[in-house]
């Protein structure tokens, strides 16, 4: 009979690791880091010690003990032995957000590897960025310690679009795009010896987007689901903003401050914040100004065509050259994905270019490059603030430090969102439109909400417990 293991993602949003067994077959729904466990320990930019490998991770429970799929020389490190015996024969990706993605880092590289095309993308961009960093090398990772001279060792991926049929043994998995903030984003429908599973992944349908995720409903429904894993991280919440009203609010935020600096925060992955953004750059005559995260994340995105995303060469796109080491702007200081960058055909400008035209931009470095508004030294403008997930990727100030910043600046701070997870009477729609008979909440840190609206068929995981099925 087939089974599932959590061994996250149960009471808190995020951190997925969904174990599906059927006839001595194990795959992972998707492998990610848990923000929760890892915060209990550490900040943001503090990371566990990587001379003891996988030990630090394991040892504050960031990391659940599973024997038999972690990679040897990580637990060599930590002191442990290297297991010989594979437990999991892959892991299906449904996105590239950390909290689903970045533990696969961890994982032995003979575990088959699942993904959407646009998902390798978009990790692959994202790697250049995060050098030797044990918590994000999914696609290759060098054994350690690290050998500066060794050849990087490659996981087995292999990609899949909407319509695709993958066969692992007795389970077939039939990926459906979604939309969410990212691009690329699947749910699944899996089909093992005895029963129908549907997996949402993370979804919604008030985004540019929305009738992605209304075929995976529809092609969910006609399955006629035994078990449905559903996210909730929105249960609690009644309605959406749309990604136009976005729109319209900032483009009016922006015209009022027509004379003044704006710097806009988003999260960098999310695509359709950075079009919102851009075409109001174009309409009110301004630059969008870039951080080099974002101008390599546009670069990955280019590759699919179908998304339309602007090269960065555009007129409109401006590439932040920040102050590093020496603080002269010597080539010499940056490091080599910059310097491609800083040497190709994009528009560049330095603290001075964006001073000069202060009231012509829209600053869109993120909250962690703040202190680049030491150097620009803006007299008056706009803080737009438009992100507002439980989880920031990007390590935002918390609120009081950064309204400090804003304060000693002269900005006003504004808010304006489109959330990339389902709302509550959305969620409600999408379970009952599949119907499944059992239904299981996720990724929501009100499991009980879902009992409230479906009690007959919410059954309760607990963390590390097998359900059958």
Not at 82 to 94: G, H, R, T, Y
């Amino acid at each position: 009979m087939p089974s599932l293991t959590f061994y996250g993602g149960i009471g808190e949003i995020g951190g997925n690791k969904i174990l599906l067994e059927d006839k001595g077959t194990r795959i992972f729904l998707d492998f990610g880091k848990s923000f929760a466990a890892r915060s209990k320990f550490y900040e943001w930019t503090e990371r566990p010690r990587q001379a003891n490998g996988i030990g630090d991770f394991l040892a504050l429970g960031v990391l659940p003990e599973i024997k038999g799929i972690y990679r040897s020389d990580i637990l060599k490190l930590a002191r442990l032995p290297p297991e010989q015996d594979k437990f999991v024969d892959a892991i299906i990706l449904s996105h590239a957000h950390s909290d689903h993605a970045d533990y696969i880092s961890f994982l032995r590289e003979d575990i088959r590897l699942f993904m959407g095309q646009t998902t390798l993308d978009i990790i692959c961009g994202l790697e250049e960025e995060k050098n030797a960093n044990l918590e994000f090398e999914i696609t290759n990772f060098k054994k350690r310690p690290s050998d500066r001279h060794g050849l990087p060792i490659k996981r087995d991926i292999q990609t899949f679009r909407t319509g695709d049929k993958i066969k692992i043994d007795s389970i077939e998995i039939e990926p459906v795009h979604v939309d969410h903030s990212l691009p690329g984003c699947y749910g699944f429908i899996i089909r093992t010896s005895s029963s129908t599973i549907v997996y949402s992944g993370d979804l919604r349908m008030h985004g540019n987007r929305g009738d992605l995720t209304r075929d995976f409903v529809e092609k969910a429904k006609l399955t006629k689901p035994d078990v449905m894993l559903c996210e909730g991280t929105r249960i609690d919440e009644s309605s959406s903003q749309k990604e136009n009203d976005v729109f319209q609010l900032c483009l009016d935020y922006i015209n009022q401050a027509r004379n003044h600096f704006v710097f806009a925060d988003y999260s960098y992955k999310d695509l359709d914040r950075f079009t919102t953004f851009y075409n109001i750059a174009k309409k009110t005559g301004r630059k969008i100004v870039i951080n080099t995260k974002t101008a390599r994340y546009l670069n990955a995105l280019s590759k699919n065509p179908a998304l339309k995303v602007p090269k960065i060469a555009d007129e409109t796109i401006v590439v932040y050259k920040h102050r590093v080491k020496s603080g002269s702007y010597s080539d010499t200081d940056y490091d080599k994905s910059d310097s491609e960058l800083f040497g190709g055909n994009a528009n560049i400008w330095t603290s001075e270019e964006v001073m000069k035209n202060e009231s012509k931009v829209i600053m869109t470095v993120g909250s962690n490059h703040i202190e680049e508004l030491i150097d620009i030294g803006p007299q008056r403008g706009i803080y737009l603030h438009s992100s507002s997930e439980p989880f920031n990727e990007e390590g935002e100030l918390d609120e009081v430090r950064m309204n400090n910043w804003m304060k000693r600046f002269g900005l006003v701070r504004l808010h304006a969102h489109c959330s990339g997870h389902a709302s509550g009477s959305d969620l409600n729609y999408i379970v009952n439109e599949i119907g499944p008979k059992i239904l299981i909440p996720i990724h929501t840190e009100h499991p009980e909400l879902f009992q409230a609206f479906h009690s007959e068929r919410v059954k309760l995981a607990e963390l590390q417990k097998p359900m059958l099925f």
